[in-house]
Structure formats: structure tokens, C-alpha cells
Nanobody, 116 residues
């Protein structure tokens, strides 16, 4: 069973930076595209960035130019470097496969709070 453990969130002022990490157990990591999702209070969970097995990246428009996703297949870890953070980036951030797979459960997520 694949387990996902996110870390690196915190409280930061607008304009600041954070680097999120997601450690994925299980042997399927290197065979899947991986993404970072976020869920703000009262909102639906949304995909903000994903990276393919080969390393090509894709970003939701609101984070383009500010966020950078990367992966280390040897460490089964995916990262999200977040720069120029805005209050509207405040959310719980999760990693998961793209597309979602029934056998992969969500982790606990990591809270990112950006103060104005």
C-alpha cells in the first residue's frame, strides 16, 4: 500500500517562500506522474502542479512563475518550491498521483498559511 507523507508547511508572510516535501512509500512512485493539490477552507481540492515520470511539469495559472515542482525518484520524494507567496495560497497542501489512483490514499497534508 502506498503511503504519502507531506511536510514543510508553515506560517509565512506574503512574498515569502516555503519548500514542501512529499515522501511516498511503495514501489509505484517512479511509475506515476505526481502532483501537488491544495484545499482552502470551504473550497474544493484543486491540482496546482504536477510532474510526469520523465520530469515535464505543468502548473495551474495562478501559480505559474511562482511555484516549481520537482521529484527525486531515488528518494521517492516530490517537492514544491513556493516563492512570492500570496494570502490566497493559504491552504492545506497534499501530494498524490496524477491521475488519482484508487489504491493510493491521501496523506494528512501540510498547512500553508500566508499572512498579509
Amino acid at each position: 500500500q502506498v503511503q504519502l507523507v507531506e511536510s514543510g508547511g508553515g506560517l509565512v508572510q506574503a512574498g515569502g517562500s516555503l519548500r514542501l516535501s512529499c515522501l511516498a512509500s511503495g514501489s509505484t512512485f517512479s511509475f506515476n506522474a505526481m502532483g501537488w493539490y491544495r484545499q482552502a477552507p470551504g473550497e474544493q481540492r484543486e491540482l496546482v502542479a504536477f510532474i510526469s515520470r520523465s520530469g515535464s511539469t505543468h502548473y495551474e495559472d495562478s501559480v505559474k512563475g511562482r511555484f516549481a515542482i520537482s521529484r527525486d525518484n531515488a528518494r521517492s520524494t516530490v517537492y514544491l518550491q513556493m516563492n512570492s507567496l500570496k494570502p490566497e495560497d493559504t491552504a492545506v497542501y497534499y501530494c498524490n498521483t496524477v491521475p488519482l489512483l484508487a489504491r493510493v490514499s491521501w496523506g494528512q497534508g501540510t498547512q500553508v498559511t500566508v499572512s498579509s
